[in-house]
């Protein structure tokens, strides 16, 4: 998985209740990404952040929130405001001269 | 394992024989192409990749091949065996950003 870890492997969510997905990277990446796969789908930009302390909305941001206070991690928080959660969530990471995209293991998030 | 897509395009080929997976891509500007490989329940796996002053890229046993004229990426398998079963799908860099661009992705099953 290219030094990308992703935890836990299976989340489950309780209604109204925010959960945090968890993503580090090892590979001194400058961009780190959330996308969500759906089955029949292509991979969804959630967010993504090029530095440290900044970060932008992709193509389906609402219902989420993340931070990037460390270059190494990128947690993904699923807010009770998403309602339809239940997908397989991707992080993904590039450097800033090597624009080669990886990807970690993924977090499967089902709801009760 | 978790079914990555339900509904994704099938190729069916015999073991030992060749897999050509194809992908459109949207944007005539865009740079930077990667082909992935997704076993079920497991995050993207990164296979090849190709810049677009290039036609053509061989790695072991993949080759890809851009057709800019008609916005158009291939991926050859050559002697196709069972752990090649995977969703394989192609992402394009968005020119100037971080973001990348996703095809839907094709479902290739080996038969013995």
């Known amino acids: 998985d290219g030094g990308i870890t992703q935890s836990p492997k299976y989340l489950f969510r309780k209604e109204g209740q925010n959960v945090t997905l968890s993503c580090e990277q090892n590979?001194?990446?400058?961009?780190m990404y959330w996308y969500r796969q759906d089955p029949g789908q292509g991979l969804r930009l959630i967010y993504y952040s090029q530095i440290v302390n900044d970060f932008q909305k992709g193509d389906i941001a609402e219902g989420y929130s993340v931070s990037r206070e460390k270059k190494e991690s990128f947690p993904l928080t699923v807010t009770s405001a998403q309602k339809n959660p239940t997908a397989f969530y991707l992080c993904a990471s590039s450097g800033s001269r090597q624009e080669t995209q990886y990807f970690g293991p993924g977090t499967r998030l089902l709801v009760l | 394992g978790e079914s990555v897509g339900l509904h994704l395009p099938t190729l069916s080929v015999q073991e030992g024989d060749n897999s050509i997976i194809n992908c459109a891509y949207s944007n005539s500007a865009s740079d930077y192409f990667i082909w992935y490989k997704q076993e079920s329940g497991k995050g993207p796996q990164f296979i090849i990749d190709?810049?677009?002053?290039?036609d053509k890229r061989q790695g072991q046993r993949v080759t890809v091949l851009l057709n800019k004229t008609v916005k158009h990426l291939s991926l050859q398998i050559a002697a196709t065996q069972p752990g090649d079963s995977a969703v394989y799908f192609c992402?394009?860099?968005?020119?100037?950003?971080?973001?990348?661009?996703f095809g839907t992705g094709t479902r290739l099953k080996v038969l013995a």
């Open positions: 590979l001194n990446h400058d961009a």
């Open positions: 992402a394009e860099k968005d020119p100037g950003t971080y973001k990348y661009i």
């Open positions: 190709i810049r677009s002053n290039m």
